[in-house]
């Protein structure tokens, strides 16, 4: 079971989340971009949210600023998700300023917004979790395509959802959250696109 619970944390790991929801938004909502634009936005969305997260932690990790790629401790956590919240700001204002897919700037406001709350959250010593953060701004972000596009985004909606109990499972089955951190994870993530889609 253990094995189990940590091929899921690592199948839909933050870094993850991004590239996957970008691909099913390509997939599902009418746009009028040629196939090579879809793969070069596609390639920008995994290079900022997979390679650099994920050179970033190596580099950190070199110089002992971590002690493992799990990073376990609020303070260890710090200082990559605020490189991350000025990463994922960056990419909302790269994607927003094309006219034919603005709406998928939400994806990556709502990354930073919930980034920010999550590292707000550490003053009051929790370690919200990250993968509950990341499935629920994914499932937000297609219930607000629900409203945006006449396209049925449902199934898509009740599999993060399911996806979000089974990840929840997993961060406490292997201790890495607490109960309050992991619902903390998912209502911080599911608010954020809303929040930025309502300010936008």
């Given amino acids: 079971m253990e094995k189990f619970y940590k091929t899921i944390s690592v199948v839909l790991h933050p ?12 997939f599902l909502t009418p746009n009028n971009l040629e196939s090579q634009q879809k793969l070069a936005i596609l390639s920008l969305v995994f290079i900022t949210t ?12 070199k110089i002992k ?16 998700i605020a490189i991350m919240i000025i990463l994922f700001y960056l990419l909302g204002n790269t994607i927003v ?12 406001y709502a990354s930073s917004f919930g980034l920010i709350l999550i590292y707000f959250l550490f003053g009051f010593n929790l370690k919200t ?3 509950l953060m990341s499935i629920g701004i994914a499932t937000s972000f297609f219930l607000i395509l629900g409203e945006v596009y006449p396209i ?21 089955y292997l201790n ?18 809303i929040s930025v889609y309502l300010f936008l």
């Fill in 129 to 131: 979790s990250i993968h």
């Fill in 97 to 108: 300023n094309i006219s034919q897919i603005r709406d998928l700037g939400i994806l990556f």
């Fill in 15 to 26: 870094i993850v989340i991004p590239t996957i929801g970008v691909f099913l938004y390509f």
């Fill in 176 to 193: 890495a959250h607490t109960t309050t951190e992991v619902y903390l994870g998912f209502f911080t993530g599911f608010i954020a696109p």
């Fill in 65 to 80: 600023l971590v002690k493992s790629f799990k990073t376990k401790s609020i303070r260890e956590r710090k200082l990559p």
């Fill in 50 to 61: 997979y390679l650099i997260p994920l050179l970033i932690l190596v580099i950190f990790k």
């Fill in 152 to 172: 049925n985004y449902v199934p898509i909606i009740v599999i993060g959802f399911l996806f979000a109990g089974l990840l929840g499972n997993a961060r406490l």
